[in-house]
């Protein structure tokens, strides 16, 4: 495959993953709650992506480890009945959702929907955008349904060429096909 033929955009995909939290309610009356994000301090770093509410914004860049959602869970869910808001910060554990991806890579947060479940509990769903380029290894196909595996990345200047300069963006080989 050509190197600058890749450095223009030939052969990227865009890889689409999804995501979602569930802000429950539990049956002594306790909910789970979404906090600020912290702008200074431990951990601040982390939480730039995140709007005021706590939740990510759409088309903010996400690098690994990022918080998307600011969460935190009751301790004890079951047993007295109590009120969420009478609940000090003592009984609430951060559980806060994070993206897990590979390191030096970055992403593009999508989309960002809230919806309810048939409980009434608040679902908080995340589409998370990652455009990869082509590598050494990679499966590509024809239209036709003819398979071939990239097996070698050129620069162009070492690629042949036509008479009038043109370069090919790959070059396959022949006997991969039928006669």
Known sequence: ?????????????????????????????????I???QRTGPGSEKMLILDDDGIASPGEIIRPNDILLNKEVPIHTRGTRVSSDSLPD??????????????GESCVMDRVS????RNGNLSIKFLIRHTRR???GDKFSSRHGQ???????IQQEDFPFSER????????????FPR
């Open 114 to 117: 809230l919806s309810t479940d």
């Open 134 to 136: 082509p590598e050494l």
């Open 35 to 37: 906090l600020r994000p």
């Open 90 to 103: 003592s009984a609430y554990k951060p559980v806060r959702q994070s993206y897990k991806g590979p390191e």
């Open 147 to 153: 398979k071939g595996v990239c097996g070698i990345i």
């Open 165 to 176: 300069g043109i370069c090919p963006d790959l070059i396959m080989n022949p006997h991969g």
């Open 1 to 33: 495959m050509n190197k600058s033929s890749l450095d223009r955009g030939f052969g990227r995909c865009i890889v689409m993953k999804k995501s979602s939290n569930v802000i429950q309610k539990y049956e002594n009356g306790a909910t789970d709650r």
